[in-house]
């Protein structure tokens, strides 16, 4: 079975601090990878895509960038961030196929001070 | 570009009654959807999908939803609600691209004792 873990869990960082969050799927090759960000408990906005190793798509400009250094290695970072950059951050996976089902990672709490 | 919209900021309901979350699109080609189902602080979790084939399709905990091509609609039901079925719902459509996902801005169920 397949299975998503993020981490860490919850993060506290002050403005202008680096970030790095990362996350690993198990038992599926090749998936297709994604993060979204969540704000203020609802809506949905996915920042990045990648559909193989170092492969990245970007849906939103801003002060994030993803890397996969891994075929089942999704990493998050930023060099300084912004108040605004506080959130709930969601990794998932697709097994690849095109009606596939889109599986959540547990999250990771972000709160910038 | 593939759209959901969820009309109900919150729904409220008492145990033991029927539920209905509802959910339109507005696809080009044919619509793949789904509704996921997200707790505080937690990923989210899949609860069902259509693809094609029957209308009304069957998922997890119970669930089921109702899909409508005439009316444009893909309404979330449980027959009888439990407390625990209090959390945020989303529906979502995949986009054409690489498995993207586009939400609704959620449906937050309260269950009543």
């Known amino acids: 079975s397949q299975t998503i873990h993020q981490w860490p869990a919850t993060l506290v960082q002050p403005v202008g601090s680096p970030l790095s969050l990362e996350c690993t799927v198990e038992?599926?090759?090749?998936?297709?990878l994604y993060w979204y960000r969540q704000a203020a408990g609802r809506g949905l906005q996915l920042l990045f895509y990648?559909?193989?190793?170092?492969?990245i798509s970007s849906e939103v400009p801003q002060n994030l960038s993803a890397s996969r250094p891994q075929d089942r290695q999704f990493i998050l970072s930023s060099k300084k961030l912004l108040l605004s950059d506080s959130g709930f951050y969601l990794c998932?996976?697709?097994?690849?196929?095109?009606?596939?089902?889109?599986?959540f990672g547990p999250g990771t709490r972000l709160t910038v001070l | 570009a593939q759209s959901v919209a969820q009309p109900e900021d919150q729904v409220n309901v008492a145990e033991g009654n029927p539920l209905t979350v509802k959910c339109t699109y507005s696809?080009?080609?044919?619509?793949?959807l789904f509704w996921y189902v997200q707790y505080p602080n937690r990923g989210l979790q899949f609860l069902l999908k259509?693809?094609?084939?029957?209308?009304l399709v069957k998922g997890s905990y119970g669930f089921e939803a109702e899909f409508n091509k005439s009316q444009t609609s893909f309404h979330l039901k449980k027959p009888s609600a439990l407390v625990s079925d209090s959390a945020l719902y989303f529906c979502?459509?995949?986009?054409?691209?690489?498995?993207?996902?586009?939400f609704g801005a959620g449906t937050q169920v309260v269950v009543t004792p």
């Open positions: 998932a996976y697709t097994r690849g196929g095109f009606t596939d089902t889109q599986y």
């Open positions: 038992g599926t090759s090749n998936p297709n």
């Open positions: 990648s559909v193989g190793i170092g492969q």
């Open positions: 696809v080009s080609g044919n619509p793949y």
């Open positions: 259509y693809i094609t084939g029957d209308n």
């Open positions: 979502a459509v995949r986009d054409n691209s690489w498995g993207k996902l586009q």
